[in-house]
Each structure stands twice: as structure tokens, then as C-alpha cells.
């Protein structure tokens, strides 16, 4: 499985983003999908995820109530929607692919495939 992410840029504070994350592979599917992000000097951390067919979703608190994770598999795409941005959610987005479907993993060491990421960057 091969993943790229878009739809990162700058915005100010309480502004919008919606974050793209294309996968190829025959597996796509079938594997749960996740978002991180690593802002500088700190560790990747999860940020939200969603099951194989998109009827279960689990957020960090960090995005709860903001971010919304979505997926289209007839596009092979997932999508994160973020409102409200605030400056500490600056950093690296990453999608990641988890073969463990149904697991509702969240570490960063439980997904087997990655992006390379998109940057957000939120302005005060």
C-alpha cells in the first residue's frame, strides 16, 4: 500500500483545513486508517482513526469535537477535516494503514504503512 497525503498549508487560527490521504494497493480496503502528526521536537502522535468500511471512528482528545476523519473507498481516499485550528496544531500530518483491522489501534507502532506527510501550519 502506497499513501499520499495533501491539503496541508498555512492558515490562520480558527480557520479550516481538509487534509487528503490517496492509497494504492489491491489491500486498501480492508485496513483501518489513521492520522498522526509530529510537531517539531516532539513525538508523532495519533490524531484520529477509522475503521476498514468507515462505520467506526476514534479521535484523540486533542481533535475531538474539531477534526473529523472520513473515507471514500470507491476513491481509495481519507480525509481529515479540521475546524477551529488552533497554533498548537501545527506540525507534520501523516496517514498511516493498519492491517489489524478492527483493532482501533492508536500507536504509532501498531500501523504498518505511511505517508510522507503534508504540513499544516496554524497562525496566531
Known amino acids: 500500500v502506497q499513501l499520499v497525503e495533501s491539503g496541508g498549508g498555512l492558515v490562520q487560527a480558527g480557520g479550516s483545513l481538509r487534509l487528503s490521504c490517496a492509497a494504492s494497493g489491491l489491500t486498501y480496503r480492508s485496513l483501518d486508517m489513521g492520522w498522526f502528526r509530529q510537531a517539531p521536537g516532539k513525538k508523532r502522535e495519533f490524531v484520529a482513526g477509522?475503521?476498514?468500511?468507515?462505520?467506526?471512528?476514534y479521535y484523540a482528545d486533542s481533535g475531538k469535537g474539531r477534526f473529523t476523519i472520513s473515507r471514500d473507498n470507491a476513491k481509495n481516499t481519507v480525509y481529515l477535516q479540521m475546524n477551529s485550528l488552533k497554533p498548537e496544531d501545527t506540525a507534520v500530518y501523516y496517514c498511516?494503514?493498519?492491517?489489524?483491522?478492527?483493532?482501533?489501534?492508536?500507536?504509532?507502532?501498531?500501523?504498518?504503512?505511511w505517508g510522507q506527510g503534508t504540513q499544516v501550519t496554524v497562525s496566531s
Open positions: 477509522i475503521s476498514w468500511s468507515g462505520s467506526s471512528t
Open positions: 498511516a494503514a493498519d492491517l489489524a483491522v478492527g483493532s482501533a489501534n492508536r500507536n504509532v507502532e501498531e500501523y504498518d504503512y
